[in-house]
């Protein structure tokens, strides 16, 4: 089953697509993690484009996340379904996704909007600091480390990502407003969308998005 996790930076994406990744026992693709390894290992011209829109805030251009994102979900652990993270993020690349999986006679089944505002993504992902070791997440008010900004298993000094910056973060902010939301209605008027209060304790919006998605594939 392919399920698209919706919603701004910092809306818990990653998170609840780990945990439903584990339970429907299909990959978690972040489209995020993949551009920033592909930065980190392959230092050519596209990483260096990659770069600096990740650096600034700004979308990826259309033609070169598609093609990343497809060539990941061509391989073989994603030919029963995958929950996607950070992608589709414009009308370009859902519509591209579609075509995608239909030559595989495949379909997005259920698109999951988190729903969090603004001023809680903001304090949210400028107060995210994660141990560039073990890439393990605190948060500097809500998951604090046990000793002053170290990994509590590395015990290396945690950084924060460039793009959490508040001037970056309010740029992904706009990015998200002006070119992501649109796909709201996209996949409302398809009906497999389903909108998740985002601001909640992190087991009861997962228990939420596993309610909806068991609810959705029921055999009518
Ligand atoms: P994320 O980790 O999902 O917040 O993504 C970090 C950054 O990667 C974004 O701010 C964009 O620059 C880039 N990015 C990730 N996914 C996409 C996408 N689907 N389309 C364009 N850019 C993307």
Redesign the pocket.
């Known amino acids: 089953m392919f399920i698209i996790m919706l919603g701004p930076?910092g809306a818990g994406k990653g998170t609840q697509a780990r945990n439903i990744s584990k339970k429907l026992n299909i990959p978690h693709i972040?489209?995020?993690?993949i551009?920033r390894e592909r930065v980190r290992i392959t230092d050519d011209e596209l990483s260096k484009k990659i770069r600096e829109?990740?650096l600034r805030?700004?979308?990826?251009p259309d033609d070169i996340?598609i093609k990343i994102i497809h060539d990941r979900l061509s391989q073989n652990d994603c030919e029963h379904g995958a929950v996607l993270?950070?992608?589709?993020?414009?009308l370009a690349?859902a519509k591209a996704l579609d075509a995608f999986l239909e030559s595989k006679n495949k379909r997005v089944e259920i698109v999951i909007n988190l729903d969090v505002p603004d001023d809680e993504v903001i304090k949210r992902l400028t107060y995210r600091r994660l141990c560039p070791k073990c890439n393990r997440i605190y948060h500097l008010l809500f998951n604090p480390p046990k000793n002053n900004e170290l990994c509590d298993i590395c015990n290396v000094k945690l950084i924060q990502r460039i793009?959490d910056r508040e001037d970056i973060v309010k740029k992904?902010l706009e990015?998200y407003r002006n070119r992501t939301s649109s796909l709201i209605n996209y996949y409302a008027e398809k009906h497999i969308l389903y909108i998740v209060n985002g601001v909640n304790d992190i087991n009861r919006i997962f228990n939420n998005i596993i309610f909806l998605i068991e609810e959705a594939i029921k055999p009518v």
């Open positions: 930076p972040a489209s995020g993690d551009l829109h990740m805030g700004e979308l990826v996340v993270d950070g992608y589709p993020r414009t690349q793009d992904r990015e």
